[in-house]
């Protein structure tokens, strides 16, 4: 317990955790793309996640019922958003593309979000924050160029990729809708809310899918996918991004996202054997460089003005 405080009271040292789950979740959703109906798994993930939070932040929640009713609009969206829009495109996508093209789609997150928070909020990128960010994009196309800047050229993509660069178009709103949420409401009753929006708004395509014969496998492997995914995925993944955005900032969070490009390719030598080479070296080396770059300075400035909601409840 006293580790989990010490790491959540110093939120820049959270920030490679959500990819790190995430990265799992490319790989796995790939895997199960064809047998999984993207709604219905949607649903599931967020109906599971929204009943194992209730419990400990119910009381909370009922005591800030007019705030949630007050901004309910702020709260649909960000389940449209991040909870409905961002899984369900990217379980669509993936029955039609690579699990590396969505690894690499995903690392234009950091991109978009600095965009996205000045368009709806004005925040704006510091000039170290922004070299950061050149500095770990410079090493996600090394990666994807294997070494070679010519390569980039000759990528080739797919309806699932751009189904894949809608998806990521929703993330990095709900990156930036985090900030906006009011002071007054706690973050895990903020996203509690978030998750049982997505749930409800996942229903009727949920309902369209069983109505034309697609379920989800009952055997043990369906279970264990959906409580996979609905626990570390939907619950602890989030929960912490949420955390590290409210402290941090989107912008600088977004950058850790780069960190995908990272451990995508460590889990699939690990897992599968495939081969690292020294581009993913140099390639991963830019990347923690960037990350380190964007978060240290900025990043204990954001935590000074933060009040974790969790810790003062």
């Given amino acids: 317990m006293g580790l989990f405080r010490a790491l ?42 929204t009943l194992v939070l209730a419990p400990f932040v119910w009381s909370r ?78 090493g996600v196309a090394w990666i994807m160029g294997r070494g070679d800047p010519s390569a980039l050229l000759a990528l080739s993509f797919t309806e699932g990729d751009l189904i894949t660069v809608a998806a990521v178009l929703c993330y990095a709103l709900y990156s930036v809708l985090i900030r906006r949420k009011p002071a007054g409401l706690d973050m895990l009753v903020f996203l509690l809310a978030g998750m049982a929006a997505g749930a409800v708004l996942s229903l009727p395509f949920a ?45 600088i969070a977004g950058v850790s996202y780069h960190l995908l490009s990272v451990f995508t390719p460590l889990m699939a030598y690990a897992a599968l054997g495939e081969r690292l080479s020294a581009y993913h070296g140099v390639g991963i080396g830019l990347i923690l460089a960037g990350v380190a770059l964007s978060s240290l300075g900025a990043a204990r400035t954001k935590a000074s003005e933060y009040r974790d909601p969790v810790n003062h409840a």
Avoid: K
Avoid at 216 to 221: A, H, Y
């Fill in 207 to 251: 309902v369209s899918e069983m109505a034309q014969g697609r379920t989800l496998p009952l055997d043990g492997w369906g279970i264990g996918v959906v409580l996979y995914i609905a626990l570390v995925i939907s619950l602890a993944a989030y929960l912490v991004w949420n955390h590290v955005i409210g402290a941090l900032g989107a912008t």
């Fill in 61 to 138: 929640a009922r005591r800030q019922w007019p705030l949630l009713r007050r901004h309910w609009v702020l709260i649909a969206i960000s389940g449209a958003t991040g909870m409905l829009g961002y899984s369900a495109l990217a379980y669509i996508a993936l029955r039609t593309t690579q699990a590396a093209n969505v690894a690499f789609i995903n690392s234009i997150l950091p991109l978009l979000v600095p965009f996205v928070a000045f368009a709806l909020t004005g925040e704006r990128v510091r000039p170290r924050v922004l070299v950061g960010l050149v500095v770990s994009c410079v």
């Fill in 8 to 49: 959540w009271d110093r939120p820049v040292l959270l920030l490679v955790l959500p990819p790190l789950i995430w990265s799992t979740h490319i790989t796995l959703s790939r895997a199960v793309a064809e047998t999984f109906p993207p709604f219905t798994l949607t649903l599931a993930r967020w109906v599971v996640a």
